[in-house]
């Protein structure tokens, strides 16, 4: 026990050194790709007003987009560092302030999203397990493939065309959290896929080592086998891809959002790339990429806790 908690720092040590690095890298990347972008940032934001090119020619100045673009990351991340995100072109305000407005929103759909994946993809994988290489198995893994397969805009597409024309409901309030629940499920499917998937190899890879043949031979019912000696064994695969799709569902947020004309980080990021609003761009990039990693980090951490051997050395 004490072995077990002495390598508790180290570990924690290690993984909040590859989450800075990780954090640098996305915020290198996320700075080069959106000056990469086709246009002038600058020319974009004042096209509306019909400014001349004195007045383009200020706000790069004011952008420091005239100074060398070394110049510019080193005074971004610096700036960043700080916790200054700047202030958004498009709505001129402080970043921080819109991305907090928004990150409740984001958050409920990604929440919605999250336990539909969960509440589908676990029991499907426990199915095809179940009845492997029977209909239910096949049935099962089809859902899954078609989950994966599917992209996220078209099936949010036909979800809305069939709810609303042929059964005449509509979509509830936008910005009310029963909102969630259509755009939820959707996003929810695209996840549950692999969650059921991994699900399936973990058990049926579980169920066929010996101590579970030895359960079995003293009479156990198949379920008594599953919850008291395989579920903690496969629960650290599942675990981890789950938690990965959690960070997928960020990122499926920005097309979902979109499609279900739902406020969000995702329609911001949209917008700011739209506008070529750098700021806004590289604050919410920034922003889900931390929360990805955080997310990565707390399953590290449960995966450890529930068993030292894959996250506690």
Same mark, same amino acid.
């Given at each position: 026990?004490?072995?077990?908690?002495?390598?508790?720092?180290?570990?924690?040590?290690?993984?909040?050194?590859?989450? +800075? +690095?990780?954090?640098?890298?996305?915020?290198?990347?996320?700075?080069?790709?959106?000056?990469?972008?086709?246009?002038?940032?600058?020319?974009?934001?004042?096209?509306?007003?019909?400014?001349?090119?004195?007045?383009? #020619?200020?706000?790069?100045?004011?952008?420091?987009?005239?100074?060398?673009?070394?110049?510019?990351?080193?005074? &971004?991340?610096?700036?960043?560092?700080?916790?200054?995100?700047?202030?958004?072109?498009?709505?001129?305000?402080?970043?921080?302030?819109?991305?907090?407005?928004? &990150?409740?929103?984001?958050?409920?759909?990604?929440?919605?999203?999250?336990?539909?994946?969960?509440?589908?993809?676990?029991?499907?994988?426990?199915?095809?397990?179940?009845?492997?290489?029977? &209909?239910?198995?096949?049935?099962?893994?089809?859902?899954?493939?078609?989950?994966?397969?599917?992209?996220?805009?078209?099936?949010?597409?036909?979800?809305?065309?069939?709810?609303?024309?042929?059964?005449? &409901?509509?979509?509830?309030?936008?910005?009310?959290?029963?909102?969630?629940?259509?755009?939820?499920?959707?996003?929810?499917?695209?996840?549950?896929?692999?969650?059921?998937?991994?699900?399936?190899?973990?058990?049926?890879?579980?169920?066929?080592?010996?101590?579970?043949?030895?359960?079995?031979?003293?009479?156990?019912?198949?379920? #008594?086998?599953?919850?008291?000696?395989?579920?903690?064994?496969?629960?650290?695969?599942?675990?981890?891809?789950?938690?990965?799709?959690?960070?997928?569902?960020?990122?499926?947020?920005?097309?979902?959002?979109?499609?279900?004309?739902?406020?969000?980080?995702?329609?911001?990021?949209?917008?700011?790339?739209?506008?070529?609003?750098?700021?806004?761009?590289?604050?919410?990039?920034?922003?889900?990429?931390?929360?990805?990693?955080?997310?990565?980090?707390?399953?590290?951490?449960?995966?450890?806790? +529930?068993?030292?051997?894959?996250?506690?050395?």
């Amino acid at each position: 026990m004490m072995a077990h908690s002495s390598s508790l720092l180290p570990m924690l040590r290690r993984r909040l050194i590859v989450a +800075l +690095l990780t954090l640098l890298g996305v915020a290198t990347v996320v700075f080069l790709l959106v000056r990469l972008l086709p246009g002038d940032p600058a020319e974009t934001m004042l096209a509306r007003a019909g400014a001349g090119p004195e007045a383009v #020619a200020s706000l790069r100045a004011e952008l420091g987009l005239d100074r060398p673009l070394p110049a510019q990351y080193a005074d &971004w991340l610096g700036r960043v560092a700080r916790g200054d995100l700047g202030r958004s072109l498009l709505n001129n305000r402080p970043v921080r302030e819109l991305i907090a407005e928004q &990150w409740r929103s984001t958050a409920i759909l990604a929440a919605v999203a999250f336990g539909w994946a969960l509440l589908t993809g676990i029991p499907l994988g426990i199915i095809a397990a179940r009845y492997r290489g029977r &209909w239910p198995d096949r049935f099962a893994t089809t859902l899954a493939v078609l989950g994966v397969a599917i992209p996220i805009f078209w099936s949010g597409l036909l979800l809305i065309y069939v709810l609303s024309n042929w059964l005449g &409901w509509l979509p509830p309030p936008a910005g009310t959290p029963a909102s969630a629940l259509l755009p939820g499920i959707v996003l929810g499917f695209a996840a549950a896929g692999p969650i059921a998937r991994v699900t399936r190899a973990t058990l049926l890879d579980v169920l066929a080592q010996p101590y579970i043949t030895a359960a079995r031979a003293r009479g156990l019912r198949w379920r #008594a086998v599953l919850w008291r000696h395989a579920a903690r064994n496969a629960a650290v695969p599942v675990l981890t891809v789950a938690g990965l799709q959690l960070g997928f569902l960020l990122g499926g947020a920005v097309v979902t959002e979109s499609v279900f004309n739902r406020p969000g980080l995702g329609r911001l990021l949209v917008d700011g790339i739209l506008w070529r609003d750098l700021p806004l761009v590289q604050g919410v990039a920034l922003a889900l990429a931390l929360t990805y990693v955080l997310i990565n980090l707390l399953v590290d951490l449960l995966a450890g806790w +529930l068993d030292p051997r894959h996250g506690w050395q």
